[in-house]
């Protein structure tokens, strides 16, 4: 009995690591607890669903440039307050409907909608009406002038729903993307099946099964007994198990993602700009990234935040420079060196490494590191934004959206208490500017001005290891927002 | 003995009640709560706000104690915030899946422990016995974790007879679940296993070279019947109680290698829970596993009593 018992034990198994041929199979970490909602916009947005349930206008291209989605040109006013789209024919949801105007109107009044309150809002503030021109046309006008609307357009979360669907998007998931719901079922394996009406031609995979494993290591166990085929970020350890391995294929991409040392300019010692270019001036960001994340973990970054493949990305040169540091200090009043005590918790593993790696570095300098240990829980409430220093991250965003988000005197989340008038009309200059080389120079100060004056040591921005089963086709080297899943498969 | 089974009982209602106040006191006194954790850093001004009223949180920690408090009596556990579903509905998938696991594991372990124990305390210091207690001392000393890393990389990944990690749903039928249980429940026999074996074998020792058991040999009773009907019900009376401490014990090793395996089970979704500051949730599983504990104590007195003749008219 028991042995029959083990034996078709045995074969379920067998039969269960085998699922369909031209299913895609990949892991989501279940970060909402099974809450995942289909709902683009909702704070608990199930991300890999929502990237293939649904078009966007705007999408990247493999260099992060925007092109075209449903929208197939546009244009703006020469005061650019005025954009107009136009859309693709011929385009239809998943339940059969056709893709026109009205829908775009929609969704966009949606984001804005104050009784929502998504956190998408923000990022498409700028804009104050948008009106159906004919059906393959809109018309968007700006309450303030915005050259790169395109860019706003292609956050990750602005997809596009059927007109009146916002009630039960969360559990329909009708978009227009390469994917359809087939079932959800966020903590255990959530199907979308192929849209063989796909506008781009009917996808290569017949079916992405998306699978909720929360812990990362058991999603790397799964990686390497086949029953995904593919892992988004694998830690700078676990690379190893799979570089080398036949079996898999690995990726280094370059990210915006950062994590960081903020100072209060509002609070001394720190409202002292000499003092804060000394703080940044004393680290080796080079070592710092080889000791805290791994050799080549990052590309080097002078305190701006605007990344590696963002095109309006300036080059500074920040290498360590101790003597400038401490005759800063000097002419700060800090001849016989300075105290700093930087408050972080473990929720990131990186920060306390890097305040370690910090405080050798610095002392040549005369800068005295503390550690201020505190809990985790709680940290962005009680400590973030609250202590003098603290450590911080951030994820991937585009320039304007990083600069305005982090550094305007007015953002909610001005971790350094930032204000600078003059940084703020640098940055309404910027993007008001149509011409592209002029705006390239204005946020090529703004990033300038952020390593002369701003308060956030932001020594490099890490780059993600992805892995997949060697016979993973279609998936290119880019950032995540730039993955085409329709072209996607594992042979 | 029923007056002894109500004191029993009343004394365990008296642990589960501390345990409840203690739990609370506990989550109540760390700093943030679910709605910091969940809105991270968007947990300022009216969002916070909201997300606190709409879950009670702004009511006196001591009223929220009360209300939960009389759900628990009427069987209601309350709601999980974070999750924002009934924690009955929540919790009994999953402890159906954890005790399919449990039993499983105790199923296959407290059996083979025995047979294995009996067998090296009769083959004392020969060849049967280093490799059992050998081994046994192997198995207990390596973490959990360890040993499920190993089986998984044995078995799911060089051999590929099992999956490495449970990939269905925690409401999927218990026949999708066999084949990812196998490697969690092997596990925690292992586990389990070295412990009881460890105590039949050495209280087996002592029972034969004791005076009855001598007595019966000198009477020339059959080998096999001195050894399982007179020797093994002594040797059992001192494993029964580790035997219950196991399968205790089992509840707090399942949450480890549950999550090792990302099994559907009462544990993983104990570590989320914690995990997300959903204090109700924590709080019900908790009791649930405290209640359990206190059961198998009960029982293990009760199998005592059984066992034991002279407990029972001692009063």
Redesign the interface.
């Known amino acids: 009995m028991k042995t029959l018992a083990l034996s078709v034990a045995v074969a379920s198994a067998l039969l269960s690591g085998v699922t369909a041929a031209g299913n895609f199979r990949l892991a989501h970490d279940v970060g909402y607890a099974g809450a995942e909602s289909l709902d683009p916009i909702s704070p608990n947005r199930f991300f890999y669903a929502n990237q293939m349930l649904y078009s966007r206008l705007v999408r990247q291209d493999q260099n992060g440039q925007p092109s075209p989605d449903i929208a197939t040109r546009w244009s703006a006013s020469k005061d650019a307050k005025t954009w107009t789209f136009e859309l693709r024919q011929g385009v239809k949801f998943h339940d059969g409907s056709d893709l026109n105007a009205a829908d775009i109107k929609y969704t966009l009044e949606r984001i804005k909608d104050p009784k929502i309150d998504s956190p998408v809002a923000a990022v498409l503030g700028v804009i104050d009406t948008v009106k159906v021109i004919n059906d393959h046309k809109v018309e968007i006008k700006l309450s303030a002038p915005h050259a790169d609307l395109p860019l706003l357009l292609m956050d990750y979360r602005v997809r596009i729903i059927p007109e009146n669907s916002g009630d039960n998007i969360a559990k329909t998931g009708i978009g227009s993307g390469p994917f359809m719901l087939d079932e959800l079922d966020p903590e255990g394996t959530t199907v979308l099946k192929a849209n063989p009406n796909y506008w781009e031609g009917a996808p290569a995979a017949d079916a992405m099964e998306i699978i909720g494993i929360p812990d990362s290591q058991a999603r790397v166990q799964a990686l390497m007994a086949g029953q995904i085929d593919f892992e988004d970020s694998v830690l700078s350890q676990q690379k190893r198990l799979f570089t080398n391995n036949p079996l898999f294929k690995t990726q280094s991409i370059a990210t915006g993602e950062w994590r960081a040392l903020v100072f209060r300019t509002d609070t001394a010692p720190f409202d002292n700009a000499k003092v804060r270019k000394a703080l940044r001036l004393a680290v080796d960001r080079n070592e710092m990234m080889k000791l805290v994340s791994g050799e080549g973990a990052g590309t080097v970054t002078c305190d701006h935040p605007v990344w590696s493949g963002d095109q309006y990305r300036t080059e500074i040169n920040c290498d360590q420079d101790i003597a400038t540091a401490k005759r800063l200090l000097k002419e700060a009043g800090y001849e016989n060196g300075i105290d700093v005590e930087i408050s972080a918790a473990d929720n990131e593993p990186e920060w306390l490494r890097m305040i370690e790696v910090y405080q050798q570095q610095a002392k040549p300098a005369g800068i005295n590191v503390k550690v201020n240990m505190v809990p985790s829980d709680g940290y962005w409430s009680d400590v973030w934004m609250k202590h003098p220093a603290v450590a911080t991250r951030w994820s991937q965003r585009p320039a304007d959206q990083v600069l305005n988000e982090a550094f305007r005197s007015t953002a909610a989340w001005n971790e350094t208490f930032f204000k600078n008038a003059d940084f703020d009309s640098a940055l309404d200059k910027a993007r008001s500017e149509l011409d592209f080389d002029k705006r390239k120079a204005l946020y090529a100060d703004l990033q300038n001005t952020l390593w002369e004056q701003g308060g956030a040591l932001i020594p490099y921005h890490l780059n993600q290891t992805r892995v997949m089963r060697s016979n993973v086709t279609g998936l290119d080297p880019v950032e995540n927002f730039s993955i085409r899943w329709n072209r996607v498969n594992a042979d | 003995m029923i007056k002894l089974i109500l004191q029993r009982l009343a004394l365990a209602f008296l642990t589960l009640a501390t345990v409840c106040v203690l739990v609370f006191g506990v989550t109540e006194a760390?700093?943030?709560?679910v709605c910091?954790?969940f809105?991270?850093?968007?947990?300022?001004g009216t969002?916070?706000e909201n997300c606190r009223q709409q879950r009670n949180l702004d009511q006196p920690a001591l009223q929220r104690f009360a209300t939960w408090s009389a759900g628990v009596f009427q069987g209601d556990l309350g709601t999980s915030l974070?999750?924002?579903k009934p924690i009955n509905d929540l919790v009994a998938n999953r402890m159906r899946n954890t005790a399919a696991l449990g039993l499983g594991a105790a199923l296959i372990g407290i059996p083979m422990a025995i047979l294995l124990g009996v067998l090296a305390a009769l083959r004392r210091d020969r060849t049967p016995d280093m490799v059992i207690s050998g081994g046994s001392i192997f198995a207990m000393t390596i973490p959990e974790f360890v040993t499920a890393t190993l089986l998984?990389y044995i078995f799911?990944?060089q051999l590929?007879?099992?999956?490495?990690?449970t990939?269905?749903?925690?409401?999927?039928p218990l026949?999708e679940l066999?084949?990812?249980i196998?490697l969690p429940m092997v596990t925690l026999a292992l586990v389990m296993m070295a412990h009881i074996l460890r105590m039949v074998r050495s209280s087996m020792i002592d029972v034969m070279a004791s005076d009855f058991v001598q007595m019966a040999r000198l009477k020339g009773v059959p080998y096999w019947r001195i050894v399982f009907i007179h020797a093994l019900p002594s040797a059992m009376l001192p494993a029964i109680n580790i035997i219950a401490l196991t399968i205790a014990w089992l509840l707090g090793g399942v949450v480890i290698i549950e999550?090792?395996?990302?099994y559907?089970g009462i544990g993983?979704l104990m570590i989320?829970a914690i995990y997300?500051?959903?204090l109700p949730l924590v709080q019900a599983i908790a009791l649930i596993l405290a209640a359990v504990y206190v059961l198998c104590n009960l029982l293990a007195d009760l199998a005592s009593l059984a066992l034991n003749p002279r407990l029972r008219s001692a009063r």
């Open positions: 760390l700093p943030g709560d910091t954790a809105l991270g850093r968007d947990a300022q969002r916070l974070k999750r924002d998984i799911a990944i590929q007879w099992f999956p490495a990690i990939t269905v749903r925690h409401s999927a026949s066999i084949p990812n196998i999550q090792v395996f990302n559907p993983t989320r997300d500051r959903d």
